[in-house]
């Protein structure tokens, strides 16, 4: 084999281990929401105080400890709950809650609480009616104090055993973002 033909065969050669194979339907997987600010409104049923949660981390990830704001509930009461998401690090901020709610079958938030008494509910669902959790139901019985959590799941499966009802535990998928807050029902 002469030195040319030589050279071509080996950048060739070369050429199929640099190049990655890609075709364009090939997807790339979706990457996590960065989300630094979470805003839970909770509207009681039939007027009254409205309670807002917070969560904000003005710098991210592993810098300052964020903000975290909880409330004060009414005992015996039922409350429509919206979750709103941003990425307060974006000038202007970006607003994620549009994205969940485009992206809905690949997100749903699951709850938990350490009061007792309060239940949460979800009042929104995918295409697929799946629930996904920006919008939901918070039901207050006796007083008591204790924590209220969330965790949004990035692409969880839907569809495994409990995950419909809320139950985290078979849900898989990355969570983007986990947040408990300080609450009280009086």
């Known amino acids: 084999m002469d030195t040319q033909k030589f050279i071509f065969a080996l950048l060739m050669a070369c ?8 075709s364009p339907d090939d997807e ?5 929401e960065v989300i630094t600010e979470v805003i839970w409104t909770l509207t009681p049923q039939g007027g009254g105080d409205v ?3 917070t969560f904000l981390d003005a ?4 810098g300052n400890d964020p903000v975290v704001t909880g409330g004060t509930l009414t005992a015996n009461t039922t409350y429509d709950g919206s979750i709103s998401l941003a990425n307060t690090i ?12 485009e992206e809905d079958k690949e997100h749903q938030f699951f709850f938990r609480t350490t009061v007792a008494g309060l239940t949460i509910a979800y009042a929104d669902a995918d295409g697929d009616s799946n629930p996904v959790g920006l ?22 499966d839907k569809n495994a055993s409990g995950v419909s ?22």
């Open 15 to 22: 050429t199929l281990f640099v190049i990655p194979s890609c």
């Open 90 to 101: 974006e000038s202007p901020a970006e607003d994620i809650t549009a994205e969940v709610a």
């Open 28 to 32: 790339l997987p979706e990457e996590e």
């Open 51 to 53: 309670v807002t949660l």
């Open 59 to 62: 710098d991210g990830e592993g």
């Open 165 to 186: 009802d809320g139950d985290i535990t078979n849900a898989g998928g990355e969570t983007d973002i986990e947040v408990t807050f300080d609450v009280e029902v009086q």
């Open 135 to 156: 919008e939901n139901t918070v039901t207050t019985t006796d007083a008591g104090q204790g924590t209220l959590g969330l965790v949004l799941r990035h692409q969880p």
